[in-house]
């Protein structure tokens, strides 16, 4: 046993919940951004404005988790030279701090991997390209040939993985974000509640609300909470630190992340309570009162206001829908509803919470101050 820990430190292998549940979580979630979630953000704009250019860009980095169909005998360069799932891939390659054949070696083994898990892919990436990443990571530099052998282990381990396991990893994530979505239009008030809670909450731990989102599919009825969720924790701490933070605390955490105030909820976790009271609020409002959906990319469901990508991704979900017969317009009451759920009504209830508890002396001067 000893051997086996001493050659896991040797090569960077490092088994534990921070590694694989933060680490590579997180970094899936960005890759996942940087390919599918803006080449969809890309095309709508380039369908809205006429732009063809940005259309056909668009339409090139979306193709990455969108394509269907192809069998896994198809030639292995295939897989490496598509998109969302190496993008995912080669991102966790780097959280694990892997060798440069490893992290190439990865493109096939995302590629294979999202394309087998078919809707649920981005979750068996996820599992795929950690052991793949891993093994490779255990051969890497062992043999005189390791421009072979390592890449070698990489990708057959992981296109084999995902020929074995993906499909059915896909479909069990597939089948939990349906059984969601369908609790959420069957009792809209309870599940408002959770679903916004829980991905609220998720948003601001370290780990990826947006990867959480994207592996169960999340979006309809349900994503709409998520996104209220999201926004309640962004826009609440946002607000609620103005005094502390200013207009830089505005900035960073209302469109870059609650999770700056990690630090601050560990020394203080009563500060945690108003933007989390808000999202309970804004949650079931948004299924129960607004019906608001979104049906844009799942990963958007878990992004809140961050860049105003879960704002983007519910209008290109208007968009869709009406593209679909589904839906008519987009009528004044949508926009209403976007921005009372997703700014007005997160800052006014944590604002409103958080005063409630300065009185109580739960929340004191300086606790919400970013470093």
């Known amino acids: 046993m000893s051997k086996v820990k001493e050659f896991c430190k040797r090569k960077n292998i490092e088994v534990s919940a921070k590694r694989y549940g933060v680490d590579a979580l997180g970094a899936m979630a960005q890759g996942l951004f940087c390919s599918l979630l803006i080449g969809t953000i890309i095309k709508t704009l380039g369908q809205q404005t006429g ?7 668009g339409g090139y980095a979306t193709a990455i988790g969108q394509q269907a169909g192809i069998e896994f005998l198809v030639n292995i ?3 490496a030279s598509q998109m969302a799932g190496p993008a995912m891939a080669c991102a966790i390659g780097f959280a694990l701090q892997a060798d440069p054949l490893v992290l190439f070696s990865l493109i096939a083994v995302g590629f294979s991997a999202n394309e087998l898990g078919g809707a649920g892919g981005p979750l068996a990436v996820l599992v795929i390209a ?6 490779g990571k255990a051969v890497s530099k062992e043999t005189k040939i390791d421009i072979l052998v390592t890449p070698a282990v990489t990708i057959l381990a992981g296109v084999g993985l995902s020929y074995a396991i993906a499909p059915p990893i896909g479909a069990a994530a597939i089948s939990v974000g349906q059984v969601i979505m369908w609790a959420t239009e069957l009792q809209p ?6 679903v916004s809670v829980i991905v609220g909450i998720a948003l601001t731990l370290p780990i990826s609300s947006a990867a959480i989102c ?6 309809g009825l349900a994503g709409g909470a998520a996104v ?7 826009v609440g701490f946002a607000v609620m630190s103005f005094r502390e933070n200013r207009w830089g605390g505005i900035i960073s955490q209302g469109l870059g992340t609650s999770m700056l105030q990690m630090g601050n909820i560990v020394k203080n976790p009563r500060i945690w309570i108003a933007p989390t ?5 804004t949650g079931p409002l948004a299924t129960c009162v607004f019906h608001f959906e979104m049906n844009g990319a799942a990963v958007s469901s878990g992004m809140g206001t961050c860049g105003l990508v879960g704002q983007i991704g519910v209008y290109t979900g208007w968009v869709s829908d009406i593209a679909a017969g589904t839906k008519a317009a987009i009528t004044p009451m949508d926009w209403a509803a976007m921005i009372l759920l ?7 209830l944590s604002v409103l919470f958080c005063e409630a508890e300065r009185k109580l002396g739960w929340i004191k001067d300086g606790d919400l101050k970013l470093n």
């Not at 994207?214 to 979006?219: C, M, Q, R």
């Open 51 to 57: 732009l063809e250019m940005l259309v056909d860009l």
């Open 77 to 79: 360069g295939t897989y």
């Open 130 to 135: 950690v052991i793949a990443a891993e093994l």
């Open 189 to 194: 008030f309870l599940m408002g509640i959770l």
């Open 214 to 219: 994207a592996a169960l599919g999340l979006t």
């Open 228 to 234: 209220a969720g999201c926004c309640a924790q962004m």
């Open 277 to 281: 009271l808000a999202s309970a609020i």
């Open 342 to 348: 997703c700014f007005v009504l997160p800052a006014m």
